[in-house]
């Protein structure tokens, strides 16, 4: 069975030393998002830091297989002083 690399860069670097066994590409599309998922839902206040999170799978030759990317950006609304408004 293959071994994916579940490698998060969420302002620090986090890689997978140990991988994953799945199946197949599938599989591991499936697992990273929901290793995202709980990742986001575990530490929610820490994405809005301005940083974008990314999770890059690779295999064990170290080949970049795919890759998630996350960035939370407020709208101009909830600037300090509210929206510019142009007449």
């Known amino acids: 069975m293959p071994r994916f690399f579940f490698n998060v860069h ?5 890689p997978d030393a140990e991988g994953t066994e799945l199946p197949d ?5 499936a697992y ?6 709980d990742l986001l839902r575990g530490d929610p206040c820490a994405f809005w830091n301005g940083e974008e999170w990314k999770m ?9 297989l795919f890759s998630l990317h996350f960035h ?14 142009l007449i």
């Open 10 to 14: 969420d302002g620090s670097e986090h």
């Open 32 to 37: 990273a998002v929901r290793y995202f998922g």
């Open 72 to 85: 939370g950006v407020d709208s101009p609304a909830l600037a300090p002083h509210g929206p510019t408004i």
């Open 25 to 29: 590409i599938a599989a591991a599309r």
């Open 56 to 64: 890059e799978v690779t295999d064990e030759a170290g080949l970049l």
